[in-house]
């Protein structure tokens, strides 16, 4: 049990992108005067503000939302880098794109969004 422990502690194993990506929708639900500037929206996207469509992603509407979506997160991440850690980086900066595309091109009612669901599911997929 110790041993188990230790591994799954170790420095060099701990999922710190995924972990830096939790703390950032952290800063965003504990100060939502930055939301409105983060968060996926479809118009201000349309109108050329393209790094909402990675930012949108860590903009959380309460902390129960923001604990369960960063929990799973984590735990997704922190499988990853034992299992894929290259797919698991890259999925950093790819999936959140491709939610965001497919809402923005599929769901053209979709007029706010964040939150780190859609990602999750595609790292889970």
Known sequence: MRALLKDILDPKRL????????????????VPAIRPALVYNRAAIAQGELWRIWTGHVV???????????????VIGWALERSHPVFGRWSLLVLPAVVSASLFWFDPAMNIYGGLSGVNVGLLV
């Not at 999922?15 to 929708?25: D, H, M, Q, S």
């Not at 959380?60 to 984590?74: K, Y």
């Open 15 to 30: 999922p710190w992108l995924y972990l830096g990506v939790v703390v950032f929708a952290a800063v965003a639900v504990a």
């Open 60 to 74: 959380h509407f309460g902390w129960p939302h923001g604990l369960a979506d960063g929990a799973l997160f984590v």
